[in-house]
């Protein structure tokens, strides 16, 4: 737990990963970026997620970036002897991660009872839908599920137009991060006193957390935030405008940006129109604020603008698309792409945890394992089985 400078951060942290699909594994796999060994227990027929997403040669691509850096076991744990392995397997670990629906992992014998009553400073995160506990814990829930009960949905899209699903499984993103964060934050707690505990994570409450303009809006003024569309629900110019060959965004949240925005599209007056004289007016006026913006800038190519508003400090981009964010050169320059050689894919691409530490070695970028890959590594040096143990084990198929 506390490695030497230049040693990944995570070095000689042991996981135990049970969960599939995408929450659970996308959280192992931040903690794998940064030097944890873990190690993903599949059932015999592999996690779901090798079947889903994009696949080539029958190998999810899907799978393989949210599966980097970790060893694979097949481990039948609908059958005692499975059981047994995993819970041997357990008492060696710092963390275990599940993501079955509430009540499973205690009927496969490795819940949290029972596997901290070995392992007392085990960390034993279980991420759900709904979390342990409470009125919706036992129903079964995706993401977009979690999106349209936790308010997103309602505050996403067009005002015209129909609540919208943000285009990324966002709420299985956030709780594997929101995941992470607890694991770590467990673990800290445990070098103080000994013990670990479990931390409970839910796809629906990782959402509700990230909604503090929304909440801010309702628990303090009273008001139900509806859908603005592509601008900010409080403050303009602050959104999308369009160009004459394209669309970017502006961001001039403050008097003196404004200013300097007004100058830019040949309307210095506008600075002190009473009608946008502060935020919250040019906010209850966005409408007559962006037909005066894109009055000139649908007339301006979209690289004109940019420089012209980057030239004046407004803060403007260009909306990109995710071939031109991948290629750029703020993605090459931060390492937010790295290679690696997958046996199916051949040379490809992962996305690593993005945060950047001083004197810690850099993210690690391993395929993704097959199913069962490191079955006999795994449990010959962490359970000291051998070879006809190994043998016998799999003429049964409990791996």
Not at 21 to 39: E, H, K, N
Not at 187 to 214: C, K, N, Q
Not at 268 to 286: E, I, V
Request: proline share 6%; glycine share 10%.
């Amino acid at each position: 737990m506390s490695p030497a400078a230049g040693a990944p951060l995570l070095d000689g942290l042991l996981v135990l990963d049970f969960s599939r699909i995408l929450a659970g594994p996308y959280c192992t796999a931040m903690l794998g970026d940064l030097g944890a060994r873990v190690i993903k227990v599949e059932p015999p027929q592999g996690d779901d997620q090798r079947r889903m997403g994009v696949i080539i040669d029958g190998e999810s691509a899907s799978f393989a970036m949210i599966n980097r850096n970790k060893q694979g076991i097949r481990l039948d744990l609908g059958r005692p002897e499975g059981q047994r392995i995993a819970r041997q397997l357990a008492a060696r670990a710092d963390v275990v991660v599940e993501n079955f629906r509430p009540g499973v992992a205690d009927k496969l014998g490795i819940g949290y009872q029972r596997l901290s009553a070995d392992n007392e400073r085990l960390v034993y995160c279980s991420v759900s839908g709904f979390g342990q506990r409470g009125p919706l814990a036992t129903t079964p829930a995706y993401d977009i599920v979690a999106q349209a009960l936790s308010g997103l949905m309602s505050i996403t899209g067009d005002p015209e137009g129909p609540p919208t699903l943000v285009g990324e499984s966002v709420g299985d993103i956030c709780a594997g991060m929101f995941a992470a964060w607890g694991i770590l934050s467990a673990l800290y707690a445990r070098e103080r006193t000994g013990r670990g505990r479990h931390v409970d994570v839910a796809m629906f409450d990782s959402l509700f957390a990230i909604l503090p303009t929304a909440l801010t809006r309702y628990l303090y003024a009273g008001v139900e935030p509806k859908r603005v569309g592509n601008r900010h629900p409080l403050s303009a110019p602050f959104g999308a405008y369009a160009a004459r060959d394209g669309h970017f965004v502006l961001a001039a949240a403050n008097d003196k940006l404004f200013g300097a925005l007004a100058e830019v599209i040949g309307q210095p007056q506008l600075a002190t129109d009473p009608r946008f004289a502060t935020d919250s007016a040019r906010s209850s006026n966005d409408a007559e604020l962006r037909a005066l913006i894109e009055g000139w800038s649908r007339g301006v190519e979209l690289a004109q603008v940019v420089a012209a508003f980057g030239a004046a400090g407004v803060p403007c981009a260009p909306i990109q698309g995710i071939a031109a964010a991948a290629s750029s050169t703020q993605v090459r320059d931060r390492d937010l792409l790295l290679p690696t050689r997958h046996p199916a894919f051949g040379d490809c691409w992962l996305a690593p945890q993005p945060v950047k530490f001083s004197s810690a070695a850099s993210n690690f970028a391993a395929a993704a394992p097959g199913l069962g890959e490191h079955t006999d590594t795994v449990l010959a040096e962490l359970l000291g089985l051998d070879a006809a143990e190994l043998a016998d084990l799999h003429g049964k198929a409990v791996v």
